[in-house]
């Protein structure tokens, strides 16, 4: 298993997020991928269902940037 950055999809709600970039672990051999359980842990955290609730697009759309910017590493030249 290697660490790789994949892209995330995961429904809150009816509005599908997406995540680039995501830590995840690549089985070199049969190429099974598993997502790096502390950044799904904090993910759920940024997207629980109380984070959700009530919130107009606009701030949906920042909580969206919000977690690409809190998962991506430093270093990353985007
Ligand atoms: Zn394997």
């Not at 809150?12 to 997406?18: A, V, Y």
């Not at 680039?20 to 672990?25: G, I, S």
Request: contains cysteine; proline residues 6%.
């Amino acid at each position: 298993m290697h660490r790789q950055y994949i892209a995330y999809y995961t429904w809150l709600g009816d509005e599908l997020i997406t995540v680039p970039d995501f830590p995840a672990w690549v089985c070199d051999i049969c190429g099974r991928c598993e997502y790096d359980e502390n950044a799904l842990t904090r993910l759920t955290l940024l997207l629980s269902p109380n984070a959700g609730k009530n919130l107009s697009s606009n701030l949906r759309l920042r909580k969206r940037e919000n977690v690409k910017s809190k998962l991506q590493r430093p270093s990353q030249p985007e």
